[in-house]
């Protein structure tokens, strides 16, 4: 398979000549070693007992193999990232070591490797990144530098084009397929990670189904903050023998650990504009295409919105909660690009809520709702509110949807098509 450039590599060209160590980080399949593997010039993939055994036997060879060498799924055997971290401390010239890992280990003995080991997140693959018709004429680090850029582009996707991206899931290796192949790499995909990853870490499960079902009603919570309490309920109703409270905590650590879960946190502005915030997190998996594969939904139930589902608190039809969470995907690889952070927004009373908001390295927002439909008056209330509390600090608002046209409204919010979103 051709590599398709993402947008990470621009940071490894940045970082990696400076830098003696970069971690990529991310769920299985995402496209790390693909990435780590253009620029190694050593590749040690420790998930093969052989390639650990010698390691752990002659760990020097890390000062004498030629660099950048590749440490690939370092959680295989922990030790690697103390070997990494003494080797650098050795010689802490740049461009020596990428490691990657699709899981965090639980062993406290683990140095964290701060000042020595630079870690970066790998997401699925995005809007930008997945050789979509339109080319991104909307960057979101110009959008943050707060001069009001032109928008302006067409689009070529359309409703039933986004539906189709967030079924074919940003995983390289899956989204090339289709039909039941598609399907079931998919339904694979999530089996391994309950029924192997989780006893990999160390966790038994003692009761499969209720965390399958958990999931799957996390999924139903896409772009929500559906409390875990009522998310427990639909995993399983009329079950008078709940799992403990400690069991459903498990399950999200281990998830989280796995970078299978990555809920978007609330924001907390580091100035006083804004109060009474609340910090709970808005929902997400990490592809919007497995919780569509967990609640069995298809591009026909998705835009007719006849798919059944956990019964959840939900403000309108599941497509909507997962085109939110395609953009979020999509947005937060763009900020990383960018040195910012992602977050929502949502008063403690629920009178406002924005989706997303992009917080700059020098504090300043973008500030994103997202839309299936057309903009009108009543999509804006809450960016305008927010740019009457924030002032300067609002570098811009705009409304990214499903539509074909990208424009600055008369209010000066701009509405962005997602496909002409990019970093």
Do not use: C
């Amino acid at each position: 398979m051709e590599y398709r450039r993402r947008v990470l590599d621009d940071d490894l060209d940045e970082l990696l000549p400076q830098l003696p160590a970069i971690a990529i980080e991310g769920p299985k399949g995402v496209g790390k070693t693909a990435t780590a593997a253009q620029r190694a010039a050593t590749v040690l993939a420790l998930d093969d007992p052989a390639t650990r055994s010698l390691l752990d036997a002659d760990p020097g060879r890390l000062d004498r193999d030629p660099t950048p060498i590749l440490i690939d799924e370092w959680q295989r055997f922990p030790r690697s990232w103390d070997l990494v971290r003494r080797s650098v401390d050795r010689s802490p010239t740049g461009g020596r070591f990428l490691l990657t890992g699709s899981a965090t280990p639980s062993d406290a003995s683990t140095h964290s490797g701060a000042g020595r080991i630079v870690r970066l997140r790998m997401r699925p693959l995005s809007l930008a990144e997945r050789g979509l018709p339109d080319a991104a004429s909307v960057s979101v680090a110009e959008l943050l530098r707060g001069r009001g850029p032109a928008i302006e582009g067409t689009a070529a996707t359309d409703l039933v084009g986004y539906t189709d991206e967030i079924l074919a899931s940003g995983f390289p290796g899956i989204r090339g397929l289709s039909g039941r192949a598609q399907t079931m790499q998919l339904e694979g995909y999530v089996a391994r990670v309950l029924d192997t990853d989780f006893p990999e870490l160390g966790h038994v499960v003692r009761r499969p189904a209720t965390l399958r079902s958990w999931l799957t009603a996390y999924a139903a919570a896409t772009a929500s903050t559906t409390s875990y309490t009522t998310i427990l309920d639909a995993a399983t109703p009329g079950d008078s023998e709940k799992p403990a409270k400690s069991t459903t905590i498990a399950y999200r650590d281990v998830l989280t650990r796995l970078w299978l879960l990555d809920p978007v946190p609330g924001w907390l502005p580091g100035h006083s504009h804004l109060a009474r915030l609340t910090q709970a997190p808005k929902h997400h998996l990490a592809d919007p295409a497995l919780a569509a594969r967990l609640l069995g939904a298809t591009e026909s139930t998705l835009l007719h919105n006849t798919v059944t589902e956990q019964s959840l608190p939900r403000d309108g039809p599941l497509l909507g909660a997962l085109f939110e969470s395609l953009v979020t995907m999509s947005v937060r690889t763009y900020a990383q690009a960018a040195d910012a952070t992602v977050h929502h927004l949502r008063t403690q009373n629920g009178v406002h809520e924005v989706d997303l908001i992009v917080e700059g390295p020098d504090r300043r927002v973008v500030a994103i709702e997202v839309k299936l439909g057309t903009v009108e008056d009543r999509d804006v209330v809450h960016l305008r509110w927010l740019r009457r509390e924030l002032g300067d600090f609002l570098a811009d608002a705009i409304v990214v949807t499903a539509g074909p046209h990208a424009y600055r409204r008369r209010d000066g919010i701009a509405v962005v098509p997602a496909a002409l979103l990019g970093p």
